[in-house]
């Protein structure tokens, strides 16, 4: 087995790489609207390690949306320190950021953002045509990410051909093609009728059951509910941070 990576954050302590896989430090993101400053996200600390499955739950406003965002690599703090897989990408640049994105974290979006005229392989394809990996890898390593969510015999029907549930099925075998440190699913089941929404929270408990690190953002209880940890989001602060299985 390798050495993990020992990465040291700004108070000096350290983070293994082998078992923390986000780590949040006095986390900050403040807007400016005219003369009024909005705190989006306000002092967070978060500790999530590998193979947890954390829901992050709070009403509309409440500043998840925003933390989704900075834990997705998508936005970056006003101040504070967040490592991902032992990495500081709070003071990173741009380009960073995008390389770090496509490698650490897999994103599976309530509205699916799948090409229309792109077959479901295709679509779990892309990410590995971004990392310039060729042609005979990811077909395999797609093919092999279908599977994962019971969608193989459905890998040439383009997204007009899937139900809604198979659809997200695509999405969330495209999050897992890379292999991500974390898979990140924002509101995952807004888009589908409750029995299809079971079913979708049902794969995310076996790919947890498998090894994988998975964090939810949702508003609804029930949803959060599935996971194993719920951190409740209110004023861009965490109100309170529940393991519940």
Known sequence: MATATIATNAKGEQLRQDKIVIRTYDLW???????QTINAVSGVDIEIKRGE?????GPSGSGKSTLMNLIGCLDSPS????????????????????HIRNKEVGFVFQTFNLLARATALHNVELPLIYAGIDSKMRIERATQALRQVDLEQRMYHKPNELSGGQRQRVAIARALVTNPSILLADEPTGALDSTTGIEIMGLFERLF???NTIILVTHEHDIAMHAHRVIFIRDGKIEKDERIK
Not at 53 to 57: H, R, S, T
Not at 79 to 98: C, R
């Open 209 to 211: 059951q498998q090894g």
């Open 29 to 35: 993101k403040t807007y400016q609207m005219g003369d």
């Open 53 to 57: 499955y954390v829901a992050i739950m």
């Open 79 to 98: 101040k504070g320190d967040y490592y991902i897989n032992g990495n500081l990408v709070s003071e990173m640049n741009d380009d960073q950021l995008a």
